[in-house]
């Protein structure tokens, strides 16, 4: 039910934004974020096509992607780039934080988040004098299944 309410808001954003940039909010559009958030996150523009294409046969992929882009532009979504993978795509829900180990076989993405990790970086930063506004770890390696499946 909260995730329900946090994906209303997240839409209601993502309208003004666009009307703001002075764009029509279309049927089009409304398919694509609906998808989107229901999606969960790490997802790539092809998949997000796909699934779009499913419930609206006419849309572009490019109408796919351009949204993407302007969900990032808007901060409601990220773009994960893992070396010469597919970008993948993931949606900043309610603003939780959390950091990334990705597997450089696989692409597999799991997230974590330490509190002792994040009061290291804001320590890092006052030490510094710096004001951080905002961050992301991301670790690279192999996942427990591409380890144990040594090929």
Same mark, same amino acid.
């Given at each position: 039910?909260?995730?329900?309410?946090?994906?209303?808001?997240?839409?209601?954003?993502?309208?003004?934004?666009?009307?703001?940039?002075?764009?029509?909010?279309?049927?089009?559009?409304? %398919?694509?974020?609906? #998808?989107? @958030?229901?999606?969960?996150?790490?997802?790539?523009?092809?998949?997000?096509?796909?699934? =779009?294409?499913?419930?609206?046969?006419?849309?572009?992929? %490019?109408? #796919?992607?351009?949204?993407? *882009?302007?969900?990032?532009?808007?901060?409601?979504?990220?773009?994960?780039?893992?070396?010469?993978?597919?970008?993948?795509?993931?949606?900043?829900?309610?603003?939780?934080?959390?950091?990334?180990?990705?597997?450089?076989?696989?692409?597999?993405?799991?997230? =974590?988040?330490?509190?002792?990790?994040?009061?290291?970086?804001?320590?890092?930063? *006052?030490? *510094? *004098? @710096?004001?951080?506004?905002?961050?992301?770890?991301?670790?690279?390696?192999?996942?427990?299944?591409?380890?144990?499946?040594?090929?």
């Amino acid at each position: 039910m909260h995730r329900d309410k946090d994906k209303m808001e997240l839409k209601e954003t993502f309208v003004k934004y666009i009307e703001e940039k002075g764009m029509r909010h279309t049927r089009q559009r409304e %398919a694509i974020i609906d #998808v989107f @958030f229901a999606a969960g996150s790490h997802i790539t523009a092809e998949e997000l096509f796909n699934a =779009v294409k499913r419930k609206n046969p006419e849309i572009g992929y %490019a109408t #796919v992607q351009r949204n993407l *882009n302007l969900l990032c532009e808007s901060g409601l979504a990220e773009e994960i780039k893992i070396g010469k993978q597919k970008t993948k795509y993931e949606q900043k829900l309610g603003g939780r934080h959390h950091d990334h180990l990705i597997c450089i076989k696989c692409g597999r993405l799991i997230e =974590v988040n330490d509190k002792k990790i994040e009061k290291l970086q804001d320590k890092l930063a *006052n030490a *510094n *004098n @710096f004001i951080p506004i905002k961050h992301k770890l991301e670790i690279y390696g192999i996942c427990s299944d591409c380890k144990s499946n040594k090929k």
